[in-house]
């Protein structure tokens, strides 16, 4: 895999991960206005009805991709790390939308 071939997959990676923190924000909100789900984060459960989240996951975010124009410019290997770590952490948040997919439809299935 050349260096522009995992640029590309840094940001695709990013990008997908940015939507999975956008989607789990909206789910749990949404979640929360039905009645049918509670927050399971135990520091941010004070905080959910304020800007908090929002800010939170915009800074985070925009963090990580100031972090991955930092690591394109310091070599391959630190890349490939950064790469499997963003697509770990994309797979996480597919498991958490699985788990408010569930939760969404079993709630619907119960009224």
Known sequence: ???AELARKLWRSYIVLLIANELDLVYTYFG???GSFLEGNPWLKPHLLTWYPMTIKALGLAALALGIVAV?????PRQRRVLLVLQTATAVYAGVLVLHLINLLDSLSRG
């Open 1 to 3: 895999m050349d260096a």
């Open 32 to 34: 929360l206005s039905q």
């Open 72 to 76: 394109l410019r310091v070599g391959i």
